[in-house]
């Protein structure tokens, strides 16, 4: 399918398939980045879609531009920390900017969300397990359950989105919630993954 530049049909694209591509830029990039990774990859998209061929479903070709998005903010955002954690330690000025004469916060620091620091950690390392059991499930369990739990999904637009019958679909969630209840239990008894 050769597509000429045809503002309805990227549109219709657009509706589509946008909150997937946003659940499929969730893991990648984190919810709060995942909208501006997807506007991105738009943008590209529509600049390209004269050259799109139509050797992939548009679902394929438009996933792999957000991931490349996404990627490409990660690295982006690691070059960042990295200047702003130089500009930090070179400032001879920082104690000044961080604090007042009397001692107390310019700007306190946001809310952790816990008085102990050991929840913080643990917290944490809990996060990294789940995300490597995430790592290991099949691709598409791995998919209904990020449809469904980071993207907001139904079972009938995951369904239409894998190609998958509703019952395969819940049995699919059903494996992935089972795997990481697992994980929490095991991390729970014994402090590690």
Same mark, same amino acid.
């Given at each position: 399918?050769?597509?000429? &530049? /045809?503002?309805?049909?990227?549109? @219709? =694209?657009?509706?589509?398939?946008?909150?997937?591509? *946003?659940?499929?830029?969730?893991?990648?990039?984190?919810?709060?980045?995942?909208?501006?990774v997807?506007?991105?990859?738009? *943008?590209?998209?529509?600049? @390209?879609?004269?050259?799109? &061929?139509?050797?992939?479903?548009?679902?394929?070709? $438009?996933?792999?531009?957000?991931?490349?998005?996404? &990627?490409? +903010? =990660?690295?982006?955002?690691?070059?960042?920390?990295?200047?702003?954690? $130089?500009?930090?330690?070179?400032?001879?000025d920082?104690? +000044?900017?961080?604090?007042?004469?009397? !001692?107390?916060?310019?700007?306190?620091p946001?809310?952790?969300?816990?008085? /102990?620091? @050991?929840?913080?950690?643990? !917290?944490?390392?809990?996060?990294?397990?789940?995300?490597?059991?995430?790592?290991?499930?099949?691709?598409?369990?791995?998919?209904?359950?990020?449809? #469904?739990?980071? !993207?907001?999904? %139904?079972?009938?637009?995951?369904?239409?989105?894998?190609? *998958?019958?509703? !019952?395969?679909? #819940?049995?699919?969630?059903? &494996? @992935?919630? %089972?795997?990481?209840? +697992?994980?929490?239990?095991?991390?729970?008894?014994?402090?590690?993954?």
């Amino acid at each position: 399918m050769t597509a000429p &530049r /045809d503002d309805a049909v990227f549109a @219709a =694209l657009v509706g589509e398939h946008h909150r997937a591509l *946003i659940a499929i830029a969730s893991p990648i990039v984190g919810a709060s980045e995942a909208e501006e990774v997807v506007q991105s990859a738009w *943008i590209k998209a529509y600049r @390209a879609w004269d050259g799109f &061929r139509g050797e992939a479903a548009a679902r394929s070709w $438009l996933t792999r531009i957000v991931i490349n998005e996404a &990627r490409m +903010q =990660l690295r982006a955002r690691k070059r960042e920390r990295f200047f702003s954690e $130089l500009d930090a330690d070179s400032s001879p000025d920082l104690l +000044q900017e961080r604090f007042r004469s009397d !001692g107390s916060w310019r700007h306190p620091p946001a809310a952790w969300g816990t008085d /102990d620091p @050991a929840d913080l950690l643990t !917290g944490e390392v809990l996060e990294k397990c789940l995300e490597q059991m995430l790592g290991k499930m099949p691709r598409q369990q791995r998919s209904v359950y990020e449809l #469904r739990e980071r !993207g907001g999904l %139904s079972f009938h637009e995951i369904c239409e989105d894998l190609g *998958i019958a509703p !019952g395969n679909a #819940r049995v699919l969630m059903h &494996r @992935a919630r %089972s795997a990481l209840f +697992q994980v929490v239990d095991h991390y729970e008894e014994t402090g590690e993954c």
